[in-house]
């Protein structure tokens, strides 16, 4: 697969040469099936501050996964034990992408997933027939379709459950058995009936907390794993970083030839942060918007105003732009959340504007809040 | 090794660096006291408290305790408050000084704390800052210093940890246990001279390290050349201050006439120390104290781990013994080539490594609190298997040997939990598996002292005082008394006894029933149910106060007034003031009222003082009952003087504050009234007049409006005529001021509800308006006016609503009869309900 005739290529690909170096350079111990050690994994998605030496060549890893670096070692080891991960929280908290980092550094391969939706059925985890083949060959392996849990079980890989909750509880629960047993049984293929889990197999599984209400997972389900919740990133430096590394990737992948602006993603990551959290940095309290606040939705505000400043502003970021794609993410579900930006704008940024540059300008261009 | 300090003419000294609680460090200590087998062992810690060293060591005596020492400055040395300044020195099983002082005495040493007294070292510092700083509780384990600058958290960058204990845990304690005791105290003196480098000198000399670490050396010194080159000294003192005492010993050993200067000393007089039963709560550095590590509870556990380990070990052949054996024994293998039939070197090398980290003390304490945990838990009726705990077993052993740590320690088994025992999202509802275990590794374990342990003063007179009050003074079993407090005059020396004991917060003695003066609740109540037992907590609680008095009684007061010197207004100082009323003060009381006037004078806050006012005027109708000799009179006349001041300013409160200040009118109203008073009854004159002041005001809230013309009719300076106008005004204006009537009757009826029946066009003027109003803006007004009537008697009620049925022409009675239903319409309405009630049960059971 090339990279560049993708509009967002695999983990495994985009870090292709890292996980190679990683893999190779690696003198840990490795869990049965495991393409690299704990160790190892932790380097490639928490970073390391000396550089590896391979072929000749040194591969600085840098740092994938900001905010908590004890939930990705407790996500590492819950993989290697018996039991399956499932990462959830707020919409926007990197869960699939840790969880993708998580596959490609274990197993090598992120893609192999199943996608939650209200519409997926039994068949869709465990396995379906190619019903031409069924009918000229009768039940055997070669008809069988697999899922990619079924694939993860044969051959000992990581299988990424996304949006688990969405599925209805009696799907989900066509886990549990393969969770405990680690097997899958196929009644029809008679005697050869029983897929057993290879060593490397585990599941990941993630949960937006916003849907709880829709599917409620079980307990007997909630007991085949371990739990992680993923806050949202606690301080505005932090998700500043998150913001430039996301969006220079993005305008890496679609060719955008223009460097983020530092100043620009401070500010829209204190605003995301204090509308998130309802506090300013002077404390003053605010009223939070029912929208989902969070780091990937500044991320994309963000990469539509570098859009805009890229094809129509001569590369340089407008504040008016800014504005209007914060409304645009912000006016969503519920009139209220922009007249709660609004007094935003008029108490914190209007203080804030006093300071002059970007956040006068950022104040300036309330006018497009409507 | 660079901390032994040799001479010809001294003992040899050898420098232990600590830090006040870690299990490591004690079992460092322990290790170098056996090894050494010094002939005096000195360790940090304020020299007043050497007497104190025998009950330490009690057997009788068990940790958690806290050496407390107090200080009056009676003398005006520190500052002119005169003030009294108290610290607390915790020891818990691991901590390094107590684990020196118990050594100690197992090999029969003598061991002497070597610091500056307490007041000295109060002397030494600054005004806030080391042990002068304004916090609640002051400790003298200055753990803090090893922590606070930017050094640590280059270093936890670096070493990709979390905080500096978990960087200590780490290094020192999980890896510092296999380390030899020599390597270990050189490390962590490695790490304290860092440390001490980056911290500036003002701020080194403000909290009076230097004179103490000068005072100390001096100490050491002296102590060396007593005991002559022959002897050992070892010498435990905070890591912190052991490179600054190494510098001073060194530049004495070079050059002998230079003796470590020290400050001048002051006499031990109004020095207080006594032992202290502690727990582990207070010892916990989570909660605030910062008085060392943080989980004691764990610790303890690995503690109790490692002595276990130390009991089997006493019985075997050393462990250096073994190795040298070990080596020997391959060394010999090699000689007579046995290779092929013996296991390899390896292996062999393997097996003593295996030999030397064999006891996973911390292993065993994760191991211990899970299951406990889950104990816990499962008490609660929590689902919790056993499988979970074998999970989070796994993944403790897993994170440690990810982060590099021979052994999960509490941030490992924090971890676990997390991962493994939570179950779904991480929220309030989920996080009681943590909570638990954070109880668990905090600890619950409460120190005892033997019999032989000193007590204050204070203590004896809370003695003296139950032997004269007939109370038992050390049962542990609940006892209850009931108090006839107003017709018994011992009755009333118990509760306020008592009393006096919950405000010093001893946990003697609570009060189960009685009037409640604070929250002005249950007043009607004549007897007071009291429930007493003794616990470990109250001596704990007196010995704590003790720096305030000799009795029970002179605490209080002190206390009392520093209390109000936080408060700053005029609610909260009353509010203290019936605690003291309660508590039966008299003597020295003239500061506090001062105190309490001031309070009054500086509050602006108009409902802060009209709740002081309620509360005085309380006090002043209870004095008699409670046979106090208190005079309230000139509080109260100052509280109205200031709330008539403020009154103008009132007119547009919000709606919320509406009942509160109507109330406040209304109390003015009736104490300036009161004919017995004539200082009272002066403010009557300005209260008028600042009525008539805020009545001026056309934006005036229409509630306070009312209650004002309510007032004002009410005395007499009002016509009727004129408050009919009011109302008319209201009713009769836009529909804005319309729909203000009823707020306006609220406060007109509160005042003055006789107006109804005085005036009887009133009723007629109001049933008009009803019926000029349209359904829904009657529907509107209705919630005030239900309040508006609502301070009617039931018997006027009765009298308005006949006055209004005759309006139109009808009676009472006829207005409470309803037509009557027919029986078939009702059994099908009952029929319709049920139909209804089940259905909903349906649906309800179907989700």
């Known amino acids: 697969m090339e990279q560049q005739s993708m509009i967002k290529a695999p983990v495994e690909i985009r870090y292709r040469e890292e996980l190679m170096a990683l893999e190779q350079t690696d003198d840990g111990r490795k869990p049965e099936n495991w393409r690299m050690s704990p160790k190892a994994v932790r380097t490639f998605i928490l970073g390391s501050a000396t550089p590896i030496q391979y072929e000749g060549k040194e591969y600085t890893i840098r740092k994938k996964y900001l905010g908590n670096d004890a939930l990705v070692e407790r996500c590492i080891i819950t993989l290697a034990g018996n039991r399956g991960l499932m990462l959830v929280g707020e919409p926007g908290t990197a869960k699939t992408m840790l969880s993708e980092l998580l596959s490609a550094a274990i197993s090598g391969v992120s893609t192999n997933t199943v996608q939650g939706t209200a519409g997926t059925t039994e068949d869709m985890i465990k396995y379906s027939w190619n019903y031409a083949l069924l009918l000229a060959k009768g039940p055997c392996r070669e008809a069988l379709v697999a899922s990619p849990l079924y694939i993860g079980m044969e051959k000992g890989i990581l299988t990424r459950f996304e949006e688990i909750t969405r599925t209805p509880a009696e799907i989900q629960d066509s886990l549990i058995s393969v969770l405990s047993d680690k097997v899958l049984n196929i009644p029809e293929l008679g005697d050869e009936g029983f897929l057993f889990a290879k060593p490397g197999f585990n599941v990941i599984g993630t949960a937006n907390t916003r849907d709880k209400g829709v599917n409620e997972m079980s307990s007997a389900l909630k007991r085949r794993f371990n739990f992680e919740t993923v806050m949202p990133i606690s301080s505005v430096a932090l998700e500043k970083q998150v913001i430039l590394n996301e969006v220079q990737q993005l305008a890496y992948e679609n060719h955008i030839d223009m460097e983020p602006d530092e100043d620009v993603a401070k500010l829209l990551a204190s605003t995301y942060h204090e509308l998130r959290e309802g506090i300013s940095s002077i404390g003053q309290r605010l009223d939070k918007p029912a929208c989902v606040m969070s780091t990937a939705e500044a991320v994309s505000v963000y990469y539509q105003t570098m859009i805009s400043a890229y094809y129509y502003g001569n590369k340089e970021f407008r504040m008016e732009d800014l504005v209007q794609n914060l409304v645009g993410a912000v006016a969503k579900e519920n009139k209220d959340d922009l007249e709660k930006v609004k007094s935003y704008f008029n108490t914190v940024i209007r203080e804030k504007s006093k300071e002059g540059g970007i956040w006068k300008e950022y104040y300036e261009a309330r006018r497009w809040l409507k | ?847």
């Not at chain 2, 002068?132 to 670096?158: A, G, I, T, V």
């Not at chain 2, 509870?297 to 690995?302: E, H, I, L, N, T």
Request: glycine letters at 4%.
């Open chain 2, 1 to 847: 090794m660079e901390r032994v300090l040799r001479s010809a003419q001294m003992a040899e000294i050898t420098l232990l660096p600590v830090r006040h609680h870690s299990p490591a460090c004690a079992w460092h200590v322990h290790k170098m006291i056996q090894l050494l087998k010094p002939s005096l062992v000195l360790i940090e810690g304020p020299n007043n408290a050497n007497s104190l060293i025998p009950v330490m060591m009690h057997e009788d005596t068990k940790a958690p305790f806290a050496i407390y020492y107090s200080y009056h400055d009676k003398a005006q040395r520190l500052s002119e408050k005169a003030a009294h300044y108290k610290c607390y020195y915790p020891f818990l099983d691991y901590s390094p000084e107590l684990v020196a002082l118990r050594t100690a005495k197992e090999s029969g040493v003598p061991a002497l704390f070597i610091d500056l007294s307490y007041a000295d070292i109060l002397m030494a510092s600054k005004d806030g800052q080391g042990m002068r700083s304004e916090q609640e509780k002051n400790n003298y384990s200055d753990d803090y210093l090893l922590s606070r600058n930017q050094f640590w958290e280059r270093l936890c960058e670096q070493t990709n940890l979390r905080s500096f204990d978990e960087f200590w845990e780490k290094y020192f304690e999980l890896n510092g246990l296999a380390e030899s005791s020599d390597l270990w105290f050189s490390h962590l003196l490695d790490y304290c001279k860092m440390v001490r480098e980056n911290t500036p000198l003002e701020v080194l000399e403000g909290e009076g390290s230097l004179a103490r670490e000068a005072y100390m050396a001096q100490q050491i010194a002296k102590a060396a050349h007593e005991y002559g080159p022959q002897a050992k000294i070892l010498v435990v003192t905070g890591g912190f201050h052991t490179p600054a005492i190494q510098k001073l010993l060194e530049e004495y050993v070079s050059n002998k006439e230079n003796m470590p200067k020290t400050v001048e000393q002051i006499a031990t007089d109004n020095q207080g120390v006594y032992l202290l039963p502690y727990s582990m709560e207070a010892t916990d550095a989570l909660n605030g104290y910062a008085s060392g590590m943080p989980y004691p509870g764990f610790y303890q556990k690995v503690w109790e781990e490692l002595e276990k380990n130390n009991e089997i070990e006493s019985k075997l052949p050393s462990r250096t013994d073994c190795r040298v054996a070990g080596r020997m024994a391959i060394h010999t293998m090699e000689v007579e080539d046995f290779h092929c039939k013996l296991p390899s070197r390896t292996d062999c090398h393997m097996a003593i490594h295996t030999m030397e980290v064999e006891d996973f003390v911390y292993e065993e304490a994760v191991l211990a609190m899970l299951a406990q945990t889950g104990h816990d838990l499962r008490k609660k009726d929590e689902q919790l298997s056993v499988y979970d705990e074998i999970c989070a077993l796994t993944m403790a052993r897993g994170l440690a040997a990810l982060r590099g740590k021979i052994q999960p320690g509490a941030y490992e088994l924090l971890d676990a939990a997390l991962s493994s025992l939570v179950k779904g999202e991480y929220s309030l509802a989920t996080e009681l598996p943590i909570r638990l275990l954070q109880e668990r590794m905090t600890g619950n374990a409460k120190g005892k002292l033997c019999h032989k342990a000193d007590v204050p003063p204070i203590f004896q007179d809370f003695e003296q005082q139950c032997a004269l009050l007939r109370i038992k003074p050390d049962s542990t079993l609940e006892t209850e008394i009931t108090l006839s407090v107003f017709s018994n005059k011992k009755h009333r020396q118990i509760s306020m006894f008592f009393n006096r004991l919950l405000f010093l917060k001893a946990p003697f003695a609570q009060r189960i029933k009685g009037p409640n003066l604070q929250l002005k609740k249950d007043r009607n109540l004549i007897r007071e149910v009291w429930r007493y037992k003794w616990s470990v907590e109250v001596a704990a609680a007196l010995i704590d106060v003790s720096v305030y008095g000799s009795t029970i009684q002179e605490a209080a007061q002190i206390l009392v007034k520093k209390e109000l010197e936080k408060v700053n207004n005029a609610r909260n100082s009353v509010w203290l003031l019936t605690r003291v009323f309660e508590m039966g003060l008299v003597d020295r009381i003239v500061p506090v009222y001062e105190q309490v006037e001031e309070t009054i004078l500086e509050d602006t806050d108009f409902y802060s003082l009209a709740d002081a006012l309620e509360s005085l005027l309380m006090l002043e109708e209870l004095r008699g009952l409670y046979q106090s000799e208190l005079e309230f009179g000139q509080l109260v006349l100052l509280t109205i003087r200031k709330l008539v001041v403020l009154l103008p300013s009132m007119t547009q409160v919000k709606e919320e504050s509406v009942t509160s200040c109507m109330q406040a009118l209304k109390l003015i109203y009736q104490v300036t009234g009161k004919k017995n008073n004539d200082a009272f009854e002066q403010e009557r004159e300005p209260f008028f007049d600042a009525l008539s002041v805020m009545q001026a005001d056309p934006q005036i809230h229409p509630g306070l409006d009312g209650c004002i013309h309510g007032i004002l009719y009410g005395s007499g300076r009002q016509k009727s005529s004129v408050v009919e106008q009011a109302c008319k005004g209201y009713m009769k204006g836009t529909k804005e001021q319309m729909m203000k009537t009823a707020a306006f009757f609220r406060g007109l009826f509160y005042t003055a509800r006789d107006f109804v029946f005085v005036q009887k066009q009133f009723l007629q003027a109001l049933d008009t308006f009803f019926a000029e109003v349209d359904k829904e803006e009657f529907m509107e007004l209705l919630p005030e006016l239900r309040m508006a009537f609502a301070y009617f008697t039931p018997m006027e009620i009765d009298q308005i609503a006949q006055e209004a049925a005759a309006l139109h022409g009808k009676d009472k009675d006829s207005l409470m009869q309803a037509q009557a239903v027919l029986p078939d319409w009702y059994a099908y309405g009952n029929k319709l309900d049920h139909y209804g009630k089940e259905k909903i049960w349906q649906a309800s059971r179907k989700h």
